[in-house]
């Protein structure tokens, strides 16, 4: 239980280019994991480990290592989770922050609280991860640290306590004055960092320092009582240890949000970033018991962070290793889990056997033989698991809250480029749906086509990479073609005789009816049998119904289905001998063909529901696009700071639009789309739909 104390589980998060990978790559180097600092622009950073990570420059997908950090005496075990900072891989945030304990988000000291750090943000509200911030990028040109702890505050509405005050900024950034021990520090360049010098308190910052180390210990105090009767009796009598185990118990509490400062790629702060870590984030101790649901009584139970509890866990991730297959990536919430042993997999109901297990370091594993509460492993050998997968004690089964996550918002088809790799593609595009739950994939009933879905454009364009190299399939991608409907105008009266003799039995059937679209509401056939007498038989009349239900998958203009019609059978007649149901059907199908060409035929396009969450300021871009796309909005209401647009919008004009949207509103726009009706195009759009066809 002292190691688990020990143990801290944290991701850093932020905004895209804040330095994450720059900053985990430090603390591998100061922690002894690597011996060389690896840089991102040289494509060499360890937890980029991805070819496209590397050429990009960018994260893709979260990387989890260990390392440990000595500190008063005590050493430390953090897994850390770098996850990545784009708005198309939010799902690896999501994901990674619905297992950790704790979160270092990093801030820009130029670009200050961004989109994605908005975003991220959120996320960490949703699961109340406690974090530390830490301003990075201090020696860049512009880097401002006050005015980010202002953004903090205003923008994100959280609680930001300066625990340092930076020394100098932009070129001559060169130290911390640590306010919580009230001493300054630097760091020695040609050491990369790693050796750190105590230095006076410049002269120019003593009033500073004064000021915020005041607002800190009066900040303290107010949260203890205990603190604040020391403070009124004596200001000075509250000790260094007392203003860590008060910030400490804000922090874990969610109170406030410690605030440090450095410059990753130049090597300062990362020391004093890991000391924070270990003092202010919590051991998987200090958050509460998880709690979970019994299949067999649907009771909500607890399990407690400890090794001799019944074993619980969640798959977070699942990804697919060349050599030794798919990994899942869990976190343990109670007990031990051995390789070799059976666990139950409560998502699917069956007991599985975990053959391997191993702890990561970036897309390196290291096999353990077993793994405690609170840590976060990886495990080989299950057959059916999917992200978010609670994997458990088979005498004590639980199923922990799974992970949701948002909806794809863009699409696109895709097609093999040889027949030969049909199979191959559809392999692969399964393996990928498998490890990311933002990716989907589905083929068109009516188009036939391979339609795959995710986050942006650049997310599947990021996979289309991978297809083709991992999976080797060459494959081309464009835009879905749109699903029209087809409509009738007019009301006809049509009249058809179907003969056909073969020398023996023949065929035979007549039919006279009207067609007119369907009454309003009615969707798909509208069958109204008015033959009197016995013209017609019962099992005839049902023959010409399926006839013309069959007949309307393919209307008159373009081939699309017919979305509605009404027919009303007035008349009709058949041979004793040479009429069968087959011939009634046929009949009926050759006559709505030709009829349905009377009747002014036209094209509906798909109409989508959509809602645009934009910032205020961009709200006139972002409705003028609309305007331009066809849309007709119904409502814009305010909430806090955001504008809901809820809009009908045709689907063909949405193809790319979260990318336009994104740049409209410098990556703070949001859309969510769904299907509403069929609508007939205006004039000008339609003469265009058919020309394009040569039917015009």
Request: net charge negative; hydrophobic share 35%.
């Amino acid at each position: 239980m002292e190691s688990l104390e020990l143990t801290r589980n944290i991701g850093i998060m932020a905004h895209i280019d804040a330095g994450k990978t720059t900053t985990t790559e430090r603390i591998l180097y100061y922690t002894g994991k690597n011996y060389k600092i690896g840089e991102v622009h040289d494509g060499a950073a360890t937890m980029d480990y991805m070819e496209q990570e590397q050429e990009r420059g960018i994260t893709i997908t979260s990387a989890a290592t260990t390392v440990f950090w000595k500190k008063d005496d005590n050493t430390y075990k953090i897994n850390i989770i770098d996850t990545p900072g784009h708005v198309d891989f939010t799902v690896e945030v999501e994901r990674s922050l619905r297992v950790l304990d704790g979160a270092v988000a990093l801030f820009c000291a130029v670009g200050g609280v961004e989109p994605q750090s908005e975003t991220v943000w959120r996320q960490a509200n949703k699961y109340a991860v406690p974090r530390i911030s830490y301003v990075n990028k201090m020696d860049r040109m512009g880097a401002d640290y006050f005015d980010v702890i202002k953004q903090i505050s205003t923008k994100l509405g959280a609680n930001p306590i300066p625990l340092q005050i930076p020394i100098g900024a932009e070129d001559t950034f060169r130290g911390i004055v640590d306010l919580v021990e009230n001493k300054a520090y630097e760091w020695d360049e040609e050491s990369n960092g790693a050796i750190v010098r105590e230095i006076p308190i410049p002269e120019d910052l003593i009033d500073t320092v004064n000021e915020y180390r005041l607002k800190l210990i009066e900040g303290v105090a107010e949260e203890r009582e205990d603190l604040l009767e020391k403070y009124i009796e004596d200001e000075n009598s509250i000790t260094t240890s007392d203003i860590i185990s008060a910030i400490r118990e804000a922090t874990i509490s969610l109170k406030i949000t410690p605030v440090l400062c450095g410059s990753s790629f130049r090597n300062k702060g990362v020391q004093r970033l890991l000391d924070a870590v270990a003092m202010y984030l919590p051991s998987p101790l200090d958050k509460p018991a998880i709690v979970g649901t019994n299949p067999k009584n649907d009771k909500e139970e607890e399990r407690k962070p400890n090794a001799d509890e019944p074993f619980a866990g969640l798959i977070f991730k699942i990804t697919t290793d060349p050599f030794v297959g798919k990994l899942a990536f869990f976190r343990v919430y109670s007990g031990t889990l051995k390789a070799g042993s059976y666990v139950w997999n409560a998502t699917s109901g069956r007991k599985e056997r975990v053959s391997r297990i191993f702890e990561m370091h970036a897309n390196k594993q290291t096999a353990i033989e077993e793994i405690t509460a609170g840590n976060i492993g990886v495990l080989i050998g299950m057959k059916d698991m999917v992200t978010g997968t609670t994997i458990c004690d088979e005498q004590h089964p639980i199923v922990l809250e799974s992970i949701q996550f948002p909806e794809p918002v863009i699409s696109i088809a895709v097609e093999p480029k040889t027949q030969d790799d049909i199979d191959k593609l559809a392999n692969s595009l399964q393996k990928l749906a498998e490890e990311d739950p933002t990716f989907r994939v589905n083929t068109s009933e009516e188009t036939g086509q391979t339609i795959i879905s995710g986050m942006g454009e650049l997310h599947l364009d990021i996979l289309l990479d991978r297809i083709r190299r991992e999976f080797h399939v060459a494959c081309n991608s464009g835009n879905p073609i749109v699903s029209y409907r087809e409509a009738l105008k007019d009301t006809v009266t049509h009249h058809e005789i179907y003969k056909k003799q073969t020398g023996g039995k023949g065929q035979f059937a007549e039919l006279e009816f009207e067609i007119s679209p369907a009454d309003e509401g009615t969707k798909g056939l509208q069958f109204v049998n008015e033959v009197k007498g016995g013209n017609l038989t019962k099992e005839f009349v049902q023959a010409a119904q399926r006839g013309f239900e069959k007949a309307m998958s393919n209307g008159p203009l373009l081939g699309y289905p017919v979305l509605n019609a009404k027919i009303v059978l007035k008349d009709g007649s058949y041979h004793s001998v040479d009429s069968d149901e087959m011939s009634f059907e046929i009949c009926a199908n050759k006559a709505f063909k030709a009829a349905a060409k009377k009747t002014s035929p036209t094209l509906l396009e798909p109409i989508m529901k959509a809602e645009i969450i934009t910032p205020d300021e961009y709200l006139g871009n972002v409705t003028g696009d609309l305007n331009r796309r066809r849309a007709v909005v119904e409502n814009i209401s305010a909430k806090v700071g955001l504008q809901h647009i809820k809009v009908k919008v045709p689907l063909a004009e949405m193809f790319g639009y979260i990318t336009n949207l994104r740049s409209l509103t410098s990556g703070r726009g949001n859309m969510s789309m769904e299907f509403s009706n069929y609508a007939e195009p205006p004039a000008n759009i339609l003469k265009d739909l058919l020309s394009k066809w040569k039917l015009f």
